[in-house]
Nanobody, 125 residues
Framework: QVLLVESGGGLVQAGGFLRLSCAAS????????MGWFRQAPGKDREFVAA????????AYPDSVKGRFTISRDNAKNTVFLRMSSLKTGDTAVYCC??????????????????WGQGTQVTVSS
């Protein structure tokens, strides 16, 4: 059984930082492309960051570019999302996802095979 479990969310003031973790079990994360998406109330799920299994990091969307960084620790089967200079607009549930196909478009949520339940990030002004 594949499980992706996110952690590290919480309440933070604007300008602060958080580091989210996504621990994978039931699969070897180094064999999967991994992505982070977020969904705010009343909005569609939005691509945030992704890293291919060879370590290639996709371009970040403008909304998080320069503030968010994705990384992976294959030894720990874990993917991270470091978020800095947080804004109130970053408030959302953040989910990680895994995809087996190397050539999948990691920006598209429909490409992913597995999803975590998400962790809430709330940024206060």
């Amino acid at each position: 059984q594949v499980l992706l479990v996110e952690s590290g969310g919480g309440l933070v003031q604007a300008g602060g930082f958080l580091r989210l973790s996504c621990a994978a079990s039931g699969l070897i994360s180094s064999s999967y492309g991994m992505g982070w998406f977020r969904q705010a109330p009343g909005k569609d799920r939005e691509f945030v960051a992704a890293i291919r299994r060879n370590g290639e990091i996709l371009a970040y969307p403008d909304s998080v570019k320069g503030r968010f960084t994705i990384s992976r620790d294959n030894a720990k089967n874990t993917v991270f999302l470091r978020m800095s200079s947080l804004k109130t607009g970053d408030t959302a549930v953040y989910c990680c996802a895994a995809v087996r196909g190397y050539y999948s478009d990691l920006r598209q949520r429909g490409e992913y095979d597995y999803w975590g339940q998400g962790t809430q990030v709330t940024v206060s002004s």
